[in-house]
Every structure is written in structure tokens, then in C-alpha cells.
T-cell receptor
Framework: EAGVTQFPSHSVIEKGQTVTLRCDPI?????LYWYRRVMGKEIKFLLH????????ESGMPNNRFLAERTGGTYSTLKVQPAELEDSGVYFC?????????????FGSGTRLTVV | DAKTTQPNSMESNEEEPVHLPCNHS???????IHWYRQLPSQGPEYVIH???SNVNNRMASLAIAEDRKSSTLILHRATLRDAAVYYC??????????????FGKGTHLIIQP
């Protein structure tokens, strides 16, 4: 089975520009998560979709970040306008269930550099 | 999710077993113990999880203390490809609450050839 796929793998943008990251979860996985690691910090949870609904967006840093999952398939994470502190690696994960007895499958991440 | 404590780093030799410890003294009865690892330039990778009994899969074994306040991830025969940061994470079986995994600093495993 195909894994979790993220596009692009790398993105370099200027401060103030807009960037959209995409995640394609494993087919049939209703649960989709976004995480990020900024330089020198731990991996942090951003938000959780169940199908097309946002189940938990407590980790979203501010309103410059907008996540969508139209139709409950792939998801996008838009940063507008990007700031220098948004640089980092953004990971997407998916799982069959959200409960604690299921593992998650992560994508390889998108490395975002804001200059 | 309850907090876990892991050593910052460990070193082992190739083809030898590796025991990665994790303390979770405040674990609740409904918390599963999960292990993930992150290889360089890759996303985290699920390794194994368990609740009370020891677990084995093709990647590793998980030994859980009888009081569940600690656990050990066992790589039976380490290879250079096992060099990664290993994370011990607790997840409530009921789900809910904050939905995301709480990654700490993990243990940086170094494998010497």
C-alpha cells in the first residue's frame, strides 16, 4: 500500500509570501494529522482531521495557518503570509483510528525555509 | 498524554542487541506505550506499541514492567540503519483530549560499525 505522501519535499519562499503544503494520506484513513518541527525544537502537533472535519486544532500557532481537507481525502496546509519563524519541517500522518491502540504512518515531511 | 523520560543518547555496536529504556511513572491504566523512531531526513516511523504484555514484531520487542511505570524497546540485532532518534510516547486508548502525539526529545541511538 502507498504510504503518506507530502508535496513538495522542499520549499523556499520569501517572508510575506504564501505557501501551500499538501498531504495525501493512506487510502481509507479517516484520521489525518499535521505536525511540525522548527529548528532546535521538538516535533509539535498542529491539528487533527477526522474525514473533512477538524477534530482538534489546538496546536495551530496562529491565524496565518489554514488547514483544509475537502472531501476527506488529501489535506492542504497554507501559510499566509509566511514569517521567518515558520521555517521548519512539516509532517503529515494518517491512521485508521484516533484511539491510543493504533499507530500512525508519517510522511517524509516538507522542509519549509522562509528567507 | 502522560510524560515520559528517556536518556538523551545511547551508543551500541552493530549486530549487538540494544535496550532503550523509558520511564513513565505517571502512566494511567488506559495509556498505551508507543515507540516511534525518526531516521535522518525522514518522518517519524511507527515501531511498536503495547498496553500491559510484552510485544514482538518484525522490527523490535517491547518489554513492559509489571507496574507499567517503565518499558524497554529492544532491538535484537542492531544495524547501521537503526541509527535514529527513538521516541517513547503514551497514548490514551480512549482517544480524545489533545489528539496529537506528544514527542519529547527522544533517545539518539548511535550505532558503531
Amino acid at each position: 500500500e502507498a504510504g503518506v505522501t507530502q508535496f513538495p519535499s522542499h520549499s523556499v519562499i520569501e517572508k510575506g509570501q504564501t505557501v501551500t503544503l499538501r498531504c495525501d494520506p493512506i487510502s481509507g484513513h479517516d484520521n489525518l494529522y499535521w505536525y511540525r518541527r522548527v529548528m532546535g525544537k521538538e516535533i509539535k502537533f498542529l491539528l487533527h482531521f477526522v474525514k473533512e472535519s477538524k477534530q482538534d486544532e489546538s496546536g495551530m500557532p496562529n491565524n496565518r495557518f489554514l488547514a483544509e481537507r475537502t472531501g476527506g481525502t488529501y489535506s492542504t496546509l497554507k501559510v499566509q503570509p509566511a514569517e521567518l519563524e515558520d521555517s521548519g519541517v512539516y509532517f503529515c500522518a494518517s491512521s485508521q483510528e484516533s484511539k491510543g491502540n493504533y499507530g500512525y504512518t508519517f510522511g517524509s515531511g516538507t522542509r519549509l525555509t522562509v528567507v | 498524554d502522560a510524560k515520559t523520560t528517556q536518556p538523551n543518547s545511547m551508543e551500541s555496536n552493530e549486530e549487538e542487541p540494544v535496550h532503550l529504556p523509558c520511564n513513565h511513572s505517571t502512566i494511567s491504566g488506559t495509556d498505551y506505550i508507543h515507540w516511534y523512531r525518526q531516521l535522518p531526513s525522514q518522518g517519524p516511523e511507527y515501531v511498536i506499541h503495547g498496553l500491559t504484555s510484552n510485544v514482538n514484531n518484525r522490527m523490535a520487542s517491547l518489554a513492559i514492567a509489571e507496574d507499567r511505570k517503565s518499558s524497554t524497546l529492544i532491538l535484537h540485532r542492531a544495524t547501521l540503519r537503526d541509527a535514529a532518534v527513538y521516541y517513547c510516547i503514551l497514548r490514551d486508548v480512549r482517544g480524545g483530549g489533545a489528539d496529537g502525539l506528544t514527542f519529547g526529545k527522544g533517545t539518539h541511538l548511535i550505532i558503531q560499525p
